[in-house]
């Protein structure tokens, strides 16, 4: 308690541009951890979607059937925008010559749009995690001319003086570092993530594109 008193009582007497310095750390520290919360909460869904998407692929082969089941739901997003778009190009084509080409052109469209979608917040975290520290440090450069600043007025200068302003100026350093740190280790996770997913979009585009491929080869021998 007496060092969150020591805390407050420090940014209190600090000066205005370390105080803003601190302000604008503490916002981007919150800011952080909202996109931190939501970006977890998103990808845990998009884990879930995946799973129960390949399950419903995998023991229903019927893809008309998957296909009419997915076109039901009113917002289509990862894996099965991926297959609703695709083999809604496949059954317009269907009775034509089939491009699969342009069922390629639509799967990578698909997965980039994804991908995009994954990505967001992500730059604010990245800007977060490299800007962060150098704001605190600037923060600390401030405190400590200032500090040393008021030293030559003073004709005796002993530690007690100059603690306090050095322990003004480290604040916003170490408030830096706490903003930058989570934001850099979730920036790290979140990239991860987002490359595994987009692995998995590419190798179900690729399974994808192979059972069509043999749908079109048993219609043509039947």
Request: charged share 20%.
């Amino acid at each position: 308690m007496a060092f969150e008193l020591n805390l407050l009582s420090l940014f209190l007497e600090a000066s205005l541009v370390v105080k803003l310095v601190l302000i604008i750390l503490l916002i981007i520290s919150f800011v952080s951890w909202w996109f931190i919360i939501e970006k977890y909460i998103t990808f845990k869904r998009v884990e879930k979607d995946i799973f129960e998407f390949n399950k419903l692929f995998w023991d229903k082969i019927d893809l008309n059937e998957i296909f009419s089941k997915v076109s039901k739901k009113e917002k289509l997003v990862g894996v099965e925008q991926i297959f609703f778009a695709a083999y809604k190009e496949f059954k317009d084509t269907k009775h034509k010559i089939v491009n699969f080409e342009s069922i390629k052109k639509i799967l990578e469209i698909s997965i980039s749009r994804n991908e995009e979608i994954l990505s967001k917040r992500l730059s604010f975290l990245s800007t977060a995690a490299s800007v962060s520290p150098y704001i605190g440090l600037f923060g600390t450069v401030w405190g400590i001319m200032n500090a040393f600043g008021g030293l030559s007025q003073l004709t005796q200068v002993s530690i007690t003086v100059v603690a306090p302003g050095i322990s003004e100026a480290l604040i916003a350093t170490a408030l830096g570092l706490f903003a930058a740190i989570p934001a850099l280790i979730s920036y790290n996770w979140n990239l991860n993530k987002i490359n595994t997913f987009i692995n998995e979009y590419s190798n179900f585009s690729e399974e994808l594109i192979i059972i069509l491929t043999k749908e079109i080869d048993e219609n043509e021998k039947s």
